[in-house]
């Protein structure tokens, strides 16, 4: 350990650019599903940072601030749900390995462009947003439309 409490960094290059963050062995060790499982992403993010992953690398792949990555690495907590479900999707986690729902009524409440995507993905059959809910409709074309709802 260093000063800082951290663990230190897996010798070898910092991650490239052009490298896909999934290709990294660190997704294997049972640390990082238990963190994952646990939902602890102040610990995913310290150690993809181990395995010479930069803050900000985190940030794009996430979409979040590099502030606030930052303020996840010093240990505050991630609840929102939205929150959870773009660094499920930004680092290529499952959302059920998080505990995360498909449930398109939750999807539509939160952002209904996930839901267009899940659709569009064939996850769930086509739906739109109406009043907040997301209901089943005849065709995809309809679904695409339920971000303009």
């Known amino acids: 350990m260093s000063r800082s409490g951290y663990q230190q960094r897996v010798k070898g290059p910092r991650l490239r ?25 102040n610990i995913v993010f310290r150690m993809l940072q181990r395995y010479g992953v930069p803050q900000r690398r985190i940030a794009a792949e996430t979409g979040l601030a590099q502030s606030d990555i930052s303020g996840i690495i010093a240990g505050r907590q991630v609840m929102a749900y939205d929150v959870l479900l773009r660094v499920a999707r930004g680092l290529g986690i499952p959302r059920g390995q998080m505990g995360l729902a498909y ?26 947003v109406v009043d907040g809910l997301a209901v089943p409709c005849d065709d995809a074309s309809s679904a695409t439309m339920a971000s303009a709802q």
């Open 103 to 128: 449930d398109p009524d939750t999807l539509a409440l939160f952002d209904p462009t996930l839901l267009r995507d899940i659709v569009n993905e064939g996850e769930v059959p086509p739906r739109k």
């Open 17 to 41: 650019w052009d490298e896909s963050i999934r290709s990294l062995p660190v997704w294997e060790r049972s640390e990082m599903r238990q963190a994952i499982a646990g939902r602890e992403i």
